[in-house]
């Protein structure tokens, strides 16, 4: 990646601007000019600025300039530092504004459907999306492992059988163990036990794991190139940055005056910055993002999947940062690019909510007719024919609905010996344990169910089954 070109430096512009005919008079007009610090809602860097036609007859640097003058008045300082002791800051400029708002109004619903507010449906919904996550995390570090493999391995709890494997169920453990971490205050215990459960198993030196990297252990953020993008802070500096991190991440006094969901951010580029293990960094960064989103009541983000969205665009997350390095540590641009993040994931989650409404819906009405059935099937069987409609011959197990769905053994095998009686799967052994398929002919059977209710009887069917052996 090309690292972009450090802006022009305001003062020495301002300084040759003053010994040029009438250089204070333009000075003095350019300072009190009232330059927007995002034109058209766009905070751009000088790398993409110069390239684009100044107002009023301006120069790139004299643009540049009445630019940074306005950012500098909606700068806050943060007491996170750069390598060169500098603090980092960000403005609150509009666009910042804008998406803060669409975050925070959609932190309370979801567009056209119910299913990640309902208490009963959520969990379900929520069990897909720390899946998707996992993997989508673990792939940005290089786990090749499909999505299908690594699904099929999460929700039948097999055990990793490579390094990719291991990353991807690591990463799923540890969106787990955050659920269970959000009463607490962060920690430097916190992040290392986040890290051990994120890089076990997939170092080369087991010790690391856990651990700040040692002196010894110098490590450089390169891109496929070689090219080194970036140098983090000595090993000396990282438990002071770390305590430094964990208080911003604790303050409950706002003094400072940080939004929720900012705050989250920055504790994501702090890390990711400070880069303090050997390996694991960005999985660990970004698990501290959706711990602090909900610790501050962001339950919505639970089901959102960050690193699905940074997978389709890796360049833009990258150069966030150099923006940010090479432009007087303004982490607006890394703020700005993590927000856009997040509103695509809410919307894709809006997209993703809406049709899985509507195809539950399409499944309620081809079996409405037969209201004894209708009545009787929960959200989690409706889910299944759901999906076994659109996959025929797809094999389902105890083990793998209990956890699609968070929910014990016996309500998982329950849910599927009874949709086997029905004939809405058909059941069968692998080994010693029963499996489930979905049948070839599930819509001809749900259509002549609708059109007979009378073919599957009046009585309860019966769940009897002390042939079953234990799994």
């Known amino acids: 990646m090309k690292i972009p070109l450090a802006p022009p430096d305001p003062e020495a512009t301002l300084s040759q601007l003053m010994m040029t005919k009438d250089g204070a008079n333009r000075t003095l007009q350019l300072l009190t000019r009232g330059m927007d610090p995002a034109p058209g809602?766009?905070?751009?860097?000088?790398?993409?600025?110069?390239?684009?036609?100044?107002?009023?007859?301006?120069?790139?640097?004299?643009?540049?300039?009445?630019?940074?003058?306005?950012?500098?008045?909606?700068?806050?300082?943060?007491?996170?530092?750069?390598?060169e002791g500098r603090p980092f800051r960000f403005a609150v400029a509009d666009p910042v504004m804008e998406m803060l708002h669409f975050i925070d109004q959609a932190g309370g619903a979801v567009k056209g459907s119910d299913i990640v507010t309902d208490p009963e449906t959520r969990e379900t919904y929520l069990m897909k999306s720390l899946l998707e996550e996992a993997i989508t995390s673990s792939?940005?570090?290089?786990?090749?492992?499909?999505?299908?493999?690594?699904?099929?391995?999460?929700?039948?709890?097999?055990?990793?059988?490579?390094?990719?494997?291991?990353?991807?169920?690591?990463?799923?453990?540890?969106?787990?163990?955050?659920?269970?971490?959000?009463?607490?205050?962060?920690?430097?215990?916190?992040?290392?036990?986040?890290?051990?459960?994120?890089?076990?198993?997939?170092?080369?030196?087991?010790?690391?794991?856990?651990?700040?990297?040692?002196?010894?252990?110098?490590?450089?953020?390169?891109?496929?190139?070689?090219?080194?993008?970036?140098?983090?802070?000595?090993?000396?500096?990282?438990?002071?940055?770390?305590?430094?991190?964990?208080?911003?991440?604790?303050?409950?006094?706002?003094e400072l005056h940080i939004h929720p969901v900012v705050r989250a951010i920055l504790l994501h580029f702090g890390l990711a910055y400070d880069h303090p293990f050997i390996d694991g960094n960005g999985r660990t960064a970004r698990a501290l993002f959706y711990w602090a989103m909900a610790a501050r009541g962001y339950w919505l983000c639970e089901s959102l999947s960050i690193s699905s969205i940074?997978?389709?665009?890796?360049?833009?997350?990258?150069?966030?940062?150099?923006?940010?390095?090479?432009?007087?540590?303004?982490?607006?641009?890394?703020?700005?690019?993590?927000?856009?993040?997040?509103?695509?994931a809410i919307e894709t989650l809006h997209e993703r909510v809406t049709r899985k409404a509507e195809e539950i819906r399409e499944t309620r009405m081809m079996i409405q007719q037969a209201t004894y059935i209708n009545a009787m099937l929960n959200h989690r069987q409706l889910a299944l024919v759901t999906h076994a409609l659109k996959n025929p011959g797809f094999v389902y197990a105890i083990e793998s609905h209990k956890r699609s769905h968070?929910?014990?053994?016996?309500?998982?095998?329950?849910?599927?010996?009874?949709?086997?009686?029905?004939?809405?799967?058909?059941?069968?052994?692998?080994?010693?344990?029963?499996?489930?398929?979905?049948?070839?002919?599930?819509?001809?059977?749900?259509?002549?169910?609708?059109?007979?209710?009378?073919?599957?009887?009046?009585?309860?069917?019966?769940?009897?089954?002390?042939?079953?052996?234990?799994?």
Not at 71 to 82: A, I, S, V
Not at 313 to 322: D, E, H, I, Q, V
Not at 326 to 338: A, C, H, R, S, W
């Open 41 to 83: 809602g766009k905070y751009r860097h000088w790398d993409v600025l110069r390239h684009l036609t100044p107002p009023g007859g301006l120069t790139p640097e004299e643009w540049w300039v009445a630019m940074k003058v306005a950012r500098r008045q909606l700068y806050r300082r943060l007491p996170l530092k750069d390598v």
């Open 139 to 254: 792939q940005l570090e290089g786990a090749s492992t499909t999505k299908e493999v690594a699904k099929d391995m999460l929700q039948r709890g097999r055990q990793p059988r490579d390094r990719s494997e291991q990353m991807i169920y690591n990463n799923y453990q540890a969106m787990l163990f955050i659920r269970s971490a959000v009463n607490r205050p962060l920690t430097p215990q916190t992040v290392f036990e986040l890290h051990r459960i994120l890089a076990d198993k997939t170092l080369d030196d087991p010790s690391a794991s856990g651990r700040f990297r040692n002196p010894e252990e110098a490590i450089h953020v390169v891109d496929n190139m070689g090219n080194v993008l970036h140098v983090p802070p000595a090993a000396a500096e990282l438990p002071q940055r770390l305590d430094t991190l964990c208080a911003l991440a604790n303050d409950k006094s706002n």
């Open 310 to 344: 940074i997978k389709t665009g890796p360049s833009k997350y990258a150069r966030a940062f150099l923006y940010t390095e090479t432009d007087e540590g303004d982490v607006t641009y890394f703020i700005l690019n993590q927000l856009r993040v997040i509103v695509r």
């Open 406 to 471: 968070n929910v014990s053994y016996q309500t998982a095998r329950t849910d599927l010996l009874q949709l086997a009686e029905l004939g809405f799967v058909d059941r069968g052994k692998s080994g010693r344990a029963f499996i489930f398929v979905a049948p070839q002919d599930l819509r001809d059977r749900l259509t002549s169910i609708a059109r007979n209710k009378q073919a599957i009887g009046r009585q309860t069917p019966s769940l009897s089954t002390s042939d079953e052996p234990k799994q």
